[in-house]
């Protein structure tokens, strides 16, 4: 019998439904600059700069809505990296995050598609990707949300 080479990480191999986690969340990064900028080149942001006005007669103006809600696409982005890396450092709180994550996304998702007929299908798959792959009982126990099979539960 040839004897197996041990390796500095060998006890430590993540499950790939990590790496596919890691991937697809890598992905929506890159939605949500999108997100970020399309509204802001569609208003000319980038020429015009914030010299048009916000709020007119109390209510947000179109360019208004756009400047807001880049700025909270670019937020969410932002947020979604930090969450990659604390995700691939393996920290608990990166999955029940994830988890709260996406349910409230699968959430808005849905009232899009049914209320607003503007649904994001890229969002709503990778949300569904990632709620799978969360669930899985090796990726619970890497992050100490299951116990060990072992274990009893009482």
Known sequence: MAKKKKTKNSGSKRPVAVTVTSTVIFILFFIRIYQAIIPLIREDFFNLGFSLPFFYNGNLTQY?????????????????????????KMKRWTWVFLMSWVGISLIVSLI???????????????????????????????????????????
């Not at 209320?115 to 994001?120: A, C, D, K, L, S």
Request: hydrophobic residues 55%.
């Open 112 to 154: 899009d598609y049914f209320y607003f007929g503007e649904p994001n299908y890229m969002i709503m798959a990778s949300n569904v990707v990632i709620a799978f792959t969360l669930s899985q009982s090796d990726v619970q126990r890497i992050f100490g949300i299951r116990s060990d099979i072992s274990e009893t539960i009482f």
């Open 64 to 88: 208004g809505k756009a400047v807001i809600g880049s700025f909270f696409y670019l937020l969410f982005a932002i947020c979604l990296i930090v969450v990659l890396i604390s995700f691939l």
